[in-house]
C-alpha cells in the first residue's frame, strides 16, 4: 500500500534544549566545529547512523533520551553557548561593514547571487559538480566577511542522483526523493500561515506555481524555489524534480523559473522579512539569465522604454562564465523561448527578447536563443573564474564586440576559491595552531605562518589523514561491492586496499571527456608499474559521476573500473561510487598528490586541487585553470602538454607518457627519501611548507569573494543607483545616448593618421607624436574617445602587447571632422607600430569596449 498524504512530525523539544532546533537549521554548523561537535556528544552512534545531519538526528532522538539530555546540566550550558555564539555571529560587524565605509556611497545594501546548484552540505544535496560546489563556498565566505548576500535556486526533488555501479562497472542511477520537511530547510508563509508562492504563465492557458523554501547559510539566506505544488499539471509539477534532468521544455522551465521566478522570490523575501532590495543581481552562469528579462519587465511597468530598462537592469548586473566549452552552454530554440517567456513576462516584445539571446555573429546559428550570450547582453561586468579562463572567454565571445581584438573583449576574470572551514581537516587545523597559535580557517592571516609547522608534526597529521582515507576507502568499497552482488564471504581482500604509508594520489571529479579520467590508463602495464614498484608504490583514490544521459563518460568509469578489480592491482587503486561532499571531506585531507590532467585550455578552474593544497597535497596537473596562474616550481609539478598537437590520440599518448615520467621520475622518489630528522622526508615536506604558505592566502574563497565585491559589486552598485536616481534619470539619458551613438556610428571613421617628426631611427625614449583626423558624423567629440593603439608589431604586421593613450581634441573642422593629437614615449625596442580608433565614451560605461563599436584606422 502507498500513503495517499506524506508530513513530517518534528521531534519536540525540551525547553532547556529548545535552541537545538535553530541551531540545526542554520547550516553554519557544517563549516562549525563546536556545534559538530554539539550535536555529536548528544548521542555518537546516532550521529554516525544519519550521517551527521542535525535534523535526522533530533528526529530520532526519543522523548527519554531528550529528558536526560535536559536533566544535563553541563549540556545545557553548551547549548546556550552555541546559541550565544551562534547569534554573535549572525550580528556582529565584520570585514564587509568595516570595508564599507571607504567606498563612495557605502557598498551595495543587498547582493542577489543566482544559481541553478548549492552545494553547501551533503544533508542538502542540490548540487552535481564544481558549480554547485563553487556557488556553496560562495555563500559561506559571504557570510564569514559579512556581505549582504541573498542566494536563489531550485529546490530540487531528487537531488542530482545516487551513483552506484553494477557487477560490470557500468555506472547506474537512483533518485531518492527528498521530503524537504526531513531537510534543513523553513517553508516562508505569508502572515495568515499560508504558503508563499510564485507564478509564472504558460502557454495554453497553464501556470507554473512554486512555492518558497530558505535555508540559513550563515548569515546568508538562501531562496529555493519547488513546483511540488498540486495546483500544477502533473508535467509543470515535475519541473524542479531532478538536477538537469530532462531537455527541451523541462530545461527551459527549470531556467524560466530560477530567473523569472527567483526575482519574484526575492521581491516576496523583502516584504515578508524587511531585508532591502538587491542592488546587484549575480547570474552565476547563464542558468538564471531570464532574471534580466524579468527586471526588464519590471522596469517596463514602471514606465520605462526597452532601452532604458536595459540600461537601468545592465548597470546593476554582474555575469560570471564558468565554462570554456561551448557543448556547456544552454542553447534552446529561439520561436520556443519567445513563446514561453513572453508568456511569462508579457510586458517584454518577443523580438527584443529574442534578439537578446541570439548567435548574430560569425559561426552563430540563426533561430537559436544562447544563454550565455543572453547572461553577457544583460550585464555590464562579466567575468571568467581564472585568469586563463578570461583569456579563453574573450576569444570565445569575441564575435559580441566585433572590431575589438580579443584581448580587449570586456570579459575580466576572478579566479576561484574555496571555503576553508568547509574543506581543511581538522587535524591540519591543530598543527597550525599548534606551531603559530592561530587558526587557518578562522584567521586567514594564519596561511602566511602555516610553514611553521615543524616537519615532524606535519608528516605525524599528514599520516592521520591518510590513515582516515584509508579507513573510509575501505568502508565504502566494501558497500560497492556489496551492491554490485558480492557476498560479504568474498570481500576479505577489502581489508588490505590500501596502506596509509604509501604515496597516495587523489582524482575526482566530473566525467566529461575533455577532464580525460582514463589518461592515466594509456600505458596499463607503465600504471601497473608504477602501483607495484617495490621501492616507490603509489596507490590511487578515484571518483567521479558522469551526466546520466552522456554515455561516453560512463563508457570511461566502466574502463577504469574494469583496470581496478584486477586482484593483482586492486589494493593499490580504487574507484569511489557517489562522489559528494561527504566523501571529499576525507579525501582531499588524505591524499598526498592531486592529479588534474585536462585537456588544455578547457578547465575552467578546477578548485579540487585548492582544497587539496590547503590540506597539505601537491598538485599534479596540467597547466590549466588555477593552476597555469600559481604553479610556482615548489608547489607541485606541471605537467608538461603537447599544445598543437592535432592528433587527439597521439597527444593523450604523449601526456600521459609526461605523468608517468613525473611520477617515477620526481615525485615517488622525493615522498619516499626518508633521509631528513626523525625518517621524515625533508624535501617533500619543504614544498608542503610552501604550499601551505604561499598557495594557502590565494586560494581561499574569502580572497574571491572580497575580490567580487571590490572589483564588481561595489561598481555594480554605483551604476545601479546612478541610472536609477531620480526616477531612472540616468537610464533614460543613457538609452537615448546609445540610440544616438549606435545609429550615427555609420558616420564615424579615421580619415588619417600620421607621426609627426620622427626620424626613421627612432631611438628608446623618444616621442611619438600622432596627430589623427577623424569624421564623427552627426556625434560630437563628447560622445567618443579617440586613441593611438601601440605595441610589438609581428610579421603579419599584427599589434601584440598593446597599450593606448587618448588623442586629445585639437579644433572641429568642417563636415563633423575633428583633429586630435598627442605623444606617445618610446619604450620599447624592435619592431613597434601603432595604429588609430574611435570608440564611443559616456560616463555611465563600464568601459569604451562595452557597447562592441569601434571605427579602426
Known amino acids: 500500500m502507498r500513503a495517499i498524504r506524506r508530513f513530517t ?6 525547553a532547556p534544549l529548545a535552541a537545538l532546533e535553530r541551531l540545526s537549521l542554520n547550516l553554519r554548523w557544517s563549516w562549525h566545529p563546536p556545534t559538530r561537535d554539539l550535536f555529536r556528544d548528544l548521542d555518537p552512534q546516532v550521529w554516525d547512523a544519519v550521517r551527521q545531519d542535525p535534523v535526522a538526528l533530533l528526529a530520532e532522538l526519543g522523548p527519554d533520551r531528550l529528558a536526560e539530555l535536559a536533566a544535563d546540566d553541563a549540556l545545557v550550558r553548551r547549548v546556550r553557548a552555541a546559541e550565544a555564539d551562534l547569534d554573535a555571529y549572525l550580528t556582529q ?11 563612495e556611497g557605502g557598498g551595495p545594501t543587498s547582493v542577489a547571487y543566482f544559481s541553478p546548484e548549492f552545494g553547501v552540505t551533503t544533508v542538502l544535496p542540490q548540487y552535481s559538480g564544481g558549480l554547485g560546489i563553487l556557488a556553496g563556498d560562495h555563500l559561506k565566505s559571504a557570510s564569514d566577511l559579512g556581505v549582504p548576500i ?47 508562492r510564485v507564478a509564472l504563465a504558460l502557454p495554453g492557458g497553464r501556470t507554473l506555481h512554486a512555492h518558497v523554501w530558505k535555508a540559513d547559510v550563515g548569515r546568508v539566506p538562501l531562496l529555493l524555489l519547488d513546483s511540488d505544488v498540486e495546483e500544477n499539471d502533473p508535467d509543470v509539477r515535475s519541473t524542479t524534480d531532478r538536477l538537469y534532468g530532462g531537455g527541451g521544455e523541462k530545461r527551459l522551465l527549470q531556467e524560466m523559473l530560477l530567473g523569472i521566478g527567483g526575482v519574484r522570490a526575492l521581491r516576496l523575501w523583502s516584504r515578508l522579512s524587511g531585508a532591502p532590495a538587491p542592488e546587484v543581481f549575480h547570474t552565476n552562469e547563464g542558468h538564471a539569465g531570464f532574471l534580466g528579462v524579468e527586471r526588464i519587465g519590471e522596469a517596463l511597468g514602471a514606465g520605462l522604454g526597452f532601452e532604458a530598462a536595459l540600461q537601468a537592469g545592465r548597470a546593476a548586473t554582474v555575469f560570471t562564465t564558468h565554462t570554456p566549452v561551448p557543448a556547456g552552454i544552454d542553447r534552446f530554440d529561439a520561436a520556443q523561448v519567445r513563446e514561453y517567456v513572453t508568456c511569462a513576462v508579457p510586458a517584454v516584445d518577443g523580438e527584443r527578447l529574442v534578439a537578446l539571446g541570439a548567435e548574430d555573429y560569425p559561426g552563430g546559428q540563426p533561430g537559436i536563443f544562447n544563454m550565455a550570450v543572453m547572461g553577457l547582453r544583460l550585464a555590464q561586468r562579466a567575468n571568467g ?40 581537516d581538522r587535524r591540519l587545523d591543530d598543527a597550525v595552531h599548534a606551531a603559530t597559535g592561530a587558526r587557518p580557517t578562522t584567521e586567514p592571516g594564519a596561511w602566511a605562518r602555516a610553514g611553521e609547522v615543524p616537519a615532524a608534526q606535519l608528516w605525524s597529521a599528514r599520516r592521520q589523514m ?53 589518461l592515466m590508463l594509456r600505458d596499463p602495464e607503465r600504471l601497473r608499474a608504477l602501483l607495484l614498484h617495490p621501492e616507490h608504490p603509489v596507490q590511487l583514490v578515484i571518483a567521479g559521476k558522469s551526466h546520466p544521459a552522456d554515455d561516453s563518460g560512463k563508457r570511461l568509469i566502466q574502463q577504469l573500473v574494469r583496470f581496478t578489480d584486477d586482484p593483482a592491482v586492486r589494493h593499490r587503486i580504487v574507484f569511489l561510487p557517489n562522489y559528494d561532499i561527504g566523501m571529499a571531506q576525507t579525501l582531499y585531507p588524505g591524499c598526498d598528490v592531486w592529479l588534474n590532467n585536462p585537456l588544455r585550455p578547457l578547465e575552467a578552474c578546477g578548485t579540487s586541487g585548492m582544497k587539496a593544497a590547503l590540506n597539505g597535497g601537491l598538485n599534479l596537473s596540467i597547466l590549466d585553470g588555477w593552476w597555469d596562474e600559481w604553479f610556482d616550481g615548489e608547489n607541485g609539478w606541471a605537467i608538461p602538454t603537447a599544445d598543437g598537437v592535432e592528433d587527439a590520440d597521439r597527444r593523450d599518448d604523449l601526456e600521459a607518457a609526461a605523468l608517468y615520467d613525473l611520477v617515477e621520475t620526481q615525485v615517488a622518489p622525493r615522498f619516499y627519501d626518508t633521509s631528513g630528522a626523525g625518517g621524515t622526508p625533508a624535501r617533500w615536506l619543504e ?38 536616481a531620480s526616477g531612472h534619470a540616468g537610464a533614460r539619458r543613457l538609452a537615448a545616448w546609445v540610440d544616438e551613438v549606435r545609429g550615427g556610428w555609420g ?23 600622432v596627430r589623427a583626423w577623424v569624421s564623427l558624423g552627426g556625434l560630437s567629440p563628447e560622445d567618443v574617445d579617440v586613441q593611438v593603439v601601440h605595441g610589438r608589431v609581428t610579421q ?19 563636415d563633423g571632422r575633428h583633429s586630435y593629437a598627442g605623444d606617445i614615449p618610446l619604450r620599447r625596442t624592435g619592431a613597434v607600430g601603432y595604429t588609430v580608433r574611435v570608440l564611443p565614451r559616456h560616463e555611465l560605461l563600464a568601459s569604451p569596449t562595452e557597447l562592441g563599436l569601434v571605427a579602426n584606422a
Open 747 to 769: 558616420g564615424v571613421r579615421v580619415d588619417h593618421a600620421e607621426s609627426v617628426d620622427l626620424s626613421d631611427s627612432p631611438q628608446l625614449g623618444e616621442v611619438l607624436a
Open 150 to 196: 541573498t542566494g536563489v535556486g531550485l529546490l530540487y526533488g531528487q537531488g542530482y542522483f545516487t551513483q552506484s555501479l553494477s557487477r560490470d562497472g557500468w555506472q547506474t542511477e537512483t533518485y531518492p526523493v527528498l521530503d524537504p520537511g526531513d531537510l534543513p530547510l523553513t517553508l516562508l508563509r505569508e502572515e495568515d500561515g499560508a504558503p508563499c
Open 93 to 103: 560587524p565584520r570585514w564587509y561593514q568595516g570595508a564599507a565605509t571607504a567606498w
Open 385 to 424: 573564474v581564472s585568469q586563463l579562463h578570461g583569456s579563453v572567454s574573450r576569444g570565445m565571445f569575441d564575435g559580441l564586440w566585433p572590431g575589438l581584438d580579443a584581448p580587449e573583449v570586456p570579459i575580466t576574470s576572478v579566479t576561484n576559491g574555496v571555503h576553508a572551514p568547509t574543506w581543511v
Open 796 to 814: 603579419t604586421d599584427e599589434l601584440v602587447s598593446t597599450s593606448t593613450v587618448a588623442l586629445t581634441h585639437v579644433e572641429a573642422l568642417e
Open 9 to 14: 512530525v518534528r521531534t519536540a523539544l525540551p
Open 466 to 518: 591518510r590513515s582516515a582515507l584509508v579507513t573510509d576507502v575501505r568502508r565504502r568499497l566494501r558497500a560497492s561491492w556489496l551492491e554490485r552482488g558480492a557476498t560479504a564471504a568474498e570481500l576479505g581482500w577489502v581489508d588490505d586496499v590500501l596502506d596509509p604509508d604509501v604515496l597516495t594520489v587523489g582524482f575526482a571529479r566530473r566525467v566529461p571527456t575533455y577532464k580525460r579520467l582514463t
Open 687 to 724: 614544498m608542503v611548507q610552501h604550499t601551505l604558505s604561499t598557495l594557502g592566502p590565494k586560494v581561499l574563497a574569502t580572497r574571491m569573494v572580497a575580490e567580487y565585491v571590490e572589483r564588481l559589486y561595489v561598481p555594480a552598485a554605483t551604476s545601479g543607483r546612478t541610472v536609477a
